[in-house]
DNA sequence: ATAGTTGTTATATATTATATATTACAACTA
DNA sequence: TAGTTGTAATATATAATATATAACAACTAT
């Protein structure tokens, strides 16, 4: 698992670490139970700061993505991650991205299509 | 046409109201050449900074969603807006919400039936 | 025991993003 | 003449993002 970090993107640091683990559990790349790179040694790699990594790390562990020991590092979460809202948060961030899609002209049937194809890529 | 904003939320109020025009683009709510309260006018209404509707005002010119006018103001655009890169643009936004959804047991299906859902929704 | 690691906490600083406040301008309209 | 329009400029305040530095308790390896 390679982070890569773009720095001039709009997508804050800890975010875009955020997004690529979530991506890696679901494609499999990340195995529950896996170790993940420590704070320090992750912020070493991608030459950012611990404290960028950890407010990443962090959230993931509030959504029980990862658990992490103050003794034994961060690990992928040897449980299901928390349904929580997911339909309803799915909702809210889709709904500006479909009036977007509709204003632009994708028809429903090429959304779902971009959808679909998006599901065959990160299983793959 | 009535703009609602959540001054508590995590999405600032420039975007939330470039987002509700989109939807009422999108939706037939507003129609083209229909003309939009001055940033002025809006401001007040919403209790907010003129020049935080300016900006989302701007935005929306930017994409060509509408047009200003320094005298007769703004109006929903007559020419359907640029395609430009849609649907990277899309993939680049969808991407992190799938992978989510498949770590949270969403699969494709109810994936896809809750944008077609929200289709339905905005087109009503 | 010593050295090095872990997440965690705390404090400080810098930059950018967001939002407001105020003023002013040229070009209109009523 | 009075009031409107988008636009521009300046200033201020707060929050978000990112870095820098230091320290702590709890381990692990040598």
Do not use: W
């Given at each position: 698992?390679?982070?890569?970090i773009?720095?001039?993107?709009?997508?804050?640091?800890?975010?875009?670490i955020?997004?690529?683990?979530?991506?890696?559990?679901?494609?499999?790349?990340?195995q529950?139970?896996?170790?993940?790179p420590?704070?320090r040694?992750?912020?070493?790699?991608?030459g950012v700061?611990?404290?960028?990594?950890?407010k990443?790390?962090?959230?993931l562990?509030?959504?029980?993505?990862?658990?992490?020991?103050?003794?034994?590092?961060?690990?992928?979460?040897a449980?299901?991650?928390?349904m929580?809202?997911?339909?309803?948060?799915l909702?809210?961030?889709?709904?500006?991205?479909?009036?977007?899609?509709?204003?632009?002209?994708?028809?429903?049937?090429?959304?779902?299509?971009?959808?679909?194809?998006l599901?065959?890529?990160i299983?793959?």
């Open positions: 698992m390679v982070i890569k773009v720095f001039d993107a709009d997508t804050p640091i800890y975010t875009q955020y997004n690529q683990i979530v991506i890696g559990i679901a494609s499999g790349a990340l529950k139970g896996e170790e993940l420590s704070v040694r992750l912020s070493a790699d991608i700061n611990l404290h960028t990594v950890n990443a790390y962090a959230m562990r509030d959504e029980s993505f990862i658990v992490m020991d103050r003794r034994s590092g961060a690990s992928i979460s449980k299901d991650p928390e929580g809202n997911i339909m309803q948060q909702e809210q961030e889709l709904t500006p991205m479909v009036a977007q899609a509709i204003c632009k002209g994708v028809t429903r049937e090429q959304f779902n299509e971009l959808c679909s194809r599901y065959s890529s299983l793959s």
